[in-house]
């Protein structure tokens, strides 16, 4: 966490097609959320996406080295936080680090998410889960660890852009109109397990059945009716849009304007928990490995959680779109 100022923008173009690896989406119509889970997804209504491409997978250790390599970029979670932007906190917390989930050994009260997060000292990108690790041997898992301003400075650099909500939901839904999941109504068909997510009993009991405790390597699990893989589970990934809590009802959303670009009604995309921190939340999507039915059953395209942009924890990445005539 930082001012922006203390943050490098300097960015090159990679030498590299912005297009290779990328999953052409169609234009077309849509009804975007769900009105049986969580109210923020509610109310369904009609959208309108116009065509792009869209990331295969979300963006990788292995490409997120290179760009760093290339522009000598700081994420944010490798500088320490400036007081100024937050008032009334401790100085010793005023350090470099991230969030990571550190389940505990017993169960513990649902509705206090300081029971397994831990924000650490040195966690970052490359030290995912406090100083002692290493990103070694996991070059085909999601980056993590990255605030929104490091995914929109990868992007620019990658010559692209990140999806709106809208957008990543039409991907997500793989053409399928109103199914409760990217491959359709059944969260595990015939017991496969079709995404990374929990089971057990969250967060002390993960029973692994989908051969994971944390992230996974991206294209593990079968790709959407887009052939778009990793849109659900994993890493929960960053839109453009600003976080309110509910939907619009029916109100046109064009494919690169994403949902109120000021950030909303009054007070919508801040914590409302943290009046005196004004920091903006942006809409992620997709769940994570740590969604679990006892907890977060966000395993679904509908779903969506808001997070301050300053944010980075170890189970947040991204991926990214092109849009217009250099999308075909």
């Not at 990103?135 to 992007?155: C, N, T």
């Not at 976080?243 to 304007?257: E, I, L």
């Amino acid at each position: 966490m930082s001012s922006e100022s203390q943050v490098s923008r300097r960015v090159e173009t990679p030498r590299q097609d912005p297009l290779a690896e990328m999953v052409f989406v169609p234009a077309g119509e849509f009804r975007m959320g769900s009105d049986g889970h969580y109210p923020e997804e509610a109310p369904v209504h009609r959208v309108s996406v116009g065509a792009f491409r869209i990331d295969a997978a979300p963006v990788t250790n292995r490409q997120f080295r290179k760009f760093v390599n290339a522009t000598n970029y700081v994420t944010f979670a490798e500088i320490a936080p400036d007081p100024k932007d937050y008032p009334g906190a401790l100085p010793k917390m005023l350090k470099a680090g991230s969030l990571v989930f550190t389940p505990p050994k017993t169960p513990v009260d649902l509705n206090d998410w300081s029971q397994w997060w831990r924000f650490k000292f040195g966690a970052d990108w490359r030290r995912p889960y406090g100083p002692r690790s290493s990103i070694s041997g996991l070059d085909d898992h999601p980056v993590v660890h990255v605030a929104y301003r490091d995914a929109e400075a990868y992007a620019s650099w990658a010559g692209k852009e990140l999806p709106t909500e809208a957008e990543w939901e039409y991907a997500a839904r793989g053409g399928l109109e109103g199914a409760e999941f990217a491959w359709g109504d059944e969260l595990t068909p015939a017991g496969k397990q079709m995404a990374n997510t929990w089971q057990g009993a969250f967060p002390h009991e993960n029973k692994a059945l989908d051969r994971y405790e944390r992230t996974s390597p991206v294209k593990s699990f079968p790709p959407n009716g887009y052939g778009i893989y990793d849109m659900i589970g994993n890493v929960w990934e960053w839109t453009v849009d600003f976080w309110t809590t509910r939907h619009p009802a029916d109100a046109p959303k064009a494919c690169c304007v994403p949902q109120n670009p000021r950030g909303g009604p009054e007070g919508e995309s801040y914590d409302p928990r943290q009046p005196q921190i004004r920091i903006p939340r942006k809409v992620l999507k997709g769940g994570s490995h740590l969604c679990a039915p006892n907890y977060c059953q966000r395993y679904r395209p509908a779903a969506r959680h808001a997070e301050p942009v300053d944010t980075s924890t170890s189970h947040v990445g991204f991926r990214c779109v092109v849009r217009g005539p250099a999308s075909r």
